[in-house]
T-cell receptor, first 115, second 114 residues
Framework: DTEVTQTPKHLVMGMTNKKSLKCEQH?????MYWYKQKAKKPPELMFV???????INESVPSRFSPECPNSSLLNLHLHALQPEDSALYLC??????????????FGEGSWLTVV | KNQVEQSPQSLIILEGKNCTLQ??????????LRWYKQDTGRGPVSLTI?????NTKSNGRYTATLDADTKQSSLHITASQLSDSASYIC?????????????FGQGTILTVHP
């Protein structure tokens, strides 16, 4: 099983809503990531969790709040988003950090539209 | 500045033909280089990972090369298929830290026509 599963696949939310994106992997990976990808652009790193602890926050606005309840799950809580936050949100995981040369597996993404 | 530049930006080829995509990087210190394939609206899929000591790595019809001296990599696709139409992204991992920050190229959009 080399899958990273993301739900929901599509999400439309208003600027005052609170919603969450979920990500799950059962490969025993200790590093998990959230990326944001706009159309025709490469993915941009948002957060990295290593051994269930937040290790990197790429200066992401506080309206995005990550959570790692256990080694298999990663959530991204969304609150008071702006229309420019509309994008494809990708979850990824790897056995260890990218420096170790491990494959990073990406999920299919959650398409977020903020109206 | 740590950058990854890919060329061409887009490429159109006929089914069955070969093609080569280029990646130049200035990321330093270097840890590893990855090529990903991303279909429209889907997550990237890893094709190859190469470390400093590896010159060539193959994955089916995909062959990646790395010249760490000139800081260049290429991805060669042989006998292209319609399903090869996608964006191909070169990603370089920086060493020197415990994490290994990834720098993404802008991607090459490949279109394979029948």
């Amino acid at each position: 099983d080399t899958e990273v599963t993301q739900t929901p696949k599509h999400l439309v939310m208003g600027m005052t809503n609170k919603k969450s994106l979920k990500c799950e992997q059962h490969m025993g990976h200790r590093a998990m990531y959230w990326y944001k990808q706009k159309a025709k652009k490469p993915p941009e790193l948002m957060f990295v969790y290593s051994y269930e602890k937040l290790s990197i926050n790429e200066s992401v606005p506080s309206r995005f709040s990550p959570e790692c309840p256990n080694s298999s799950l990663l959530n991204l809580h969304l609150h008071a988003l702006q229309p420019e936050d509309s994008a494809l949100y990708l979850c990824a995981s790897s056995l260890e950090s990218p420096r170790s040369g491990n494959t990073i597996y990406f999920g299919e993404g959650s398409w977020l539209t903020v109206v | 500045k740590n950058q990854v530049e890919q060329s061409p930006q887009s490429l159109i080829i006929l089914e069955g033909k070969n093609c080569t995509l280029q990646c130049n990087y200035t990321v330093s210190p270097f840890s590893n280089l990855r090529w990903y394939k991303q279909d429209t609206g889907r997550g990237p899929v890893s094709l190859t990972i190469m470390t400093f000591s590896e010159n060539t790595k193959s994955n089916g019809r995909y062959t990646a090369t790395l010249d760490a001296d000139t800081k260049q990599s290429s991805l060669h696709i042989t006998a292209s298929q319609l399903s090869d139409s996608a964006s191909y992204i070169c990603v370089v991992c920086r060493g020197g830290t415990s994490y290994g920050k990834l720098t993404f190229g802008q991607g090459t959009i490949l279109t394979v026509h029948p």
